[in-house]
């Protein structure tokens, strides 16, 4: 689109230059101060072409560090100082560039991307009707032997089809045309100065033809050639349109998911509608059915169900009522609720997932970045062979030689190279987004395709809160539920982890008098009347009888007879004034499917690993019920960079997986990094992809997710790659007119973008 055609400006550009407002549209990077990154959405971008024509647009402003462009999603990143730039400067640029940019965040944005896509398809349509009817007037010609057409009805046939094809010309094709122009304006050849070119010799020769059928070119007309090529085009730039708004759109979706405005309610009780932005912690809000939660917080008063599988992954709905957290982006299901706020803005965890989802869109892989860059230099070889086919050809005549040179602009269009790894890239990331796992980096996928070995950490990432009760031994004649009752009422009065595991095990249906904690040792208290100890086996042998030391039937080994074997879980026990009364095994809580994504790992031929800092034997007994085969205790963050640099110097594709502070520098150095949703930022930052929620079922599916990628990948890379080998030639020695041409060019970028949709929906592993 030329810039001449751009509408009006929906705004003014200098209010962007007031920081309340590109604040709206902008974070800090981190580590970076005083540096913000700022998402810019680009109308005019009709091929990924346009990339790097943005990016040399923006590069040179005063205060802009770094730009950014996907072709594929049409948004721009621009990391800039606000001590020296202005917003406004960059729309000038783009609009002198013959683009027009507008916040990313803006609700604006979606008005005139909206226009666009209605505009596209009313293109598409109108030429595909006056594509029918050309095609239908075009059918005697070529089926017609000598003599059995006149040439009244010849001439009548070419007119009609003029007029059918003036409305494709003057109106399907304003986007080629306004591209090319933009482009030859700028001094730079583009995906669509080719196309251009190609369509405005074939309908030239084909109006010579019709108005002079006695010329030099009055045997040659193509009007079905150029109507079936722009429809095809078009048809290949729709769905394209369709996948972008998949993933881009997905983006989009997520960013506006927080309402607009908000119902805050002030201390004496009243209440008003307040723009969502201007929310600040301590702020109290009252959140309606149907509503979406607007900031980090916690329920004050009523109760409801909230749709969090945006930022868990977790399908379910989950009860909400006074004192448990909400967070932002997800959705009030049920009754209505008074709120405190606690995190706003980029603080709040949906802030952050939408930063990591904006960065990861931003990136584009190094080989779409060389595609990009051969691209340019591609076209303008095109023009020359395009060029010195019709000389070589232009004594068979003038009429054949500029069919051949119009063939050979059409069908070397790069645009199906230009797609292949950006399209791919950009629906699988899309589709792991749904799955709940957000990519940091989409250059991982490839890297994740190449993984043959996965290194878990144990503790948050194989476990999980709280820890459970595996088994319980009493002596004969105690019930197992009077047991457990007992020491939950002793266990009640304990902050330990292990108290508190026995409590939630037993219940309420208990109670301890005069309980008294001895710290590191255990409880003792009186229940139902009897004085009993919880505790340790030491703890509990002192001051009353000590049990005899035989073996019970099923093996159990009474408290003080021996040490436990590394096979064994922690165990506590409960004794009264007799002596022994219990024994129950507490061991930590592998997370829910881990042993079913274990075993997907492997059947993929994956070979798996676990380091831990945690005690040998808890590691070791932790990874026989997880299915681990290896496993290695007793290792600080040195021990395991050193395990995975190892790994990597024996030929290893080392993919890690982690949570914690000390997995920071094992995540940096290994080829794949995931970390887990809850996981510290040191390890998130550090990581290739965040797993929401903590679905260790994700891991599988998402590297097979990256192989599918890598071999969509080059299936449309081979298949770009090899149509242009093929075709070329075939243009160049008069092998291919222009109408296969056009329907080989638009049926290669149809492949590609129809190909790369597949990855669109994951499946399971």
Known sequence: MQASTLAPPIFAHAVLDEAAEWEAFSRPVPQRAGTWESYLAIEGMYCPGCSLVIEQALSGLPGVQGVEVNGATATARVVWSPRKGRPSQWLQALERAGYRGMPAADALAAVPRRQAQRLLLWRWLVAGFCMMQVMMYAVPAYMAGPGEMTADVAALLRWASWLLTLPVLLFSCRPFFGSAWRDLRHGRIGMDVPVALGILIAFGASTAATFDPAG??????????????????????????????????????????????????????????????????????????????????????????ADEALLTGESKPVARGPGDPVVAGSANLAGTVLVLVECTGDATRFGQVVALMERASMEKPAIARMADRFASPFLAGVLVAAAGAAWWWWPQGPGHALGIAVAVLIVTCPCALSLATPAATLAAAGALARRGILVRRLEALETGATVDTVVFDKTGTLTAEPMTVTAVHVRDGVAREQALAWAGALARHSLHPVSQTIAAAAGDVAAAVEAREYPGQGIEGMVDGVRVRFGSAVFCRGGFANPACEDDADGFRRPGC?????????????????????????????????????????????????????????????????????????????????????????????????????????????????????????????????????????????????????RVVRQNLGWAAGYNALSVPLAIAGMMPPWLAGLGMAASSLFVVLNAARLARMHHS
């Open 216 to 305: 030099p070119l009055g045997a040659e007309v193509w009007y079905d050639s150029v109507t079936m090529f722009v429809f095809f085009l078009l048809s290949g730039r729709l769905l394209e349109q369709r996948l972008r708004d998949r993933t881009a759109g997905a983006l989009e979706a997520l960013v506006r998911r927080l309402p607009d405005t908000v119902e805050r309610v002030a201390a004496d009780g009243s209440s008003e509608r307040v723009a969502a932005r201007r929310l600040v912690i301590g702020d109290r809000v009252r959140i309606h059915a149907g509503e979406v939660f607007p900031a980090d917080g916690r329920v004050l008063e009523g109760e409801t169900q």
């Open 562 to 710: 021996a040490q436990r074997t590394p096979a064994e879980s922690a165990r506590v026990h409960l004794a009264d004034g007799h002596g022994w009364l219990a024994s129950f095994d507490i061991d930590e809580t592998l997370r829910a499917g881990a042993p079913a994504a274990i075993a997907s790992l492997r059947a993929q031929g994956i070979a798996l690993e676990m380091l831990s800092g945690d005690r040998p034997d808890a590691v070791a007994r932790l990874a026989q019920r997880a299915g681990i085969g290896r496993a290695l205790g007793g290792q600080s963050p040195q021990d395991k960079l050193d395990r995975v640099a190892a790994l990597q110097q024996a030929g290893h594709r080392v993919a890690m997986i982690g949570d914690g502070m000390n997995d920071g520098p094992v995540l940096a150095r290994a080829d794949l990094s995931i970390a887990m949703g809850q996981g510290v930022p040191i390890a998130q930052q550090r990581s290739d992809f965040i797993i929401q929620g903590g679905r260790l079922d994700a891991v599988p599916a998402l590297l097979l997710q990256a192989r599918r990628t890598r």
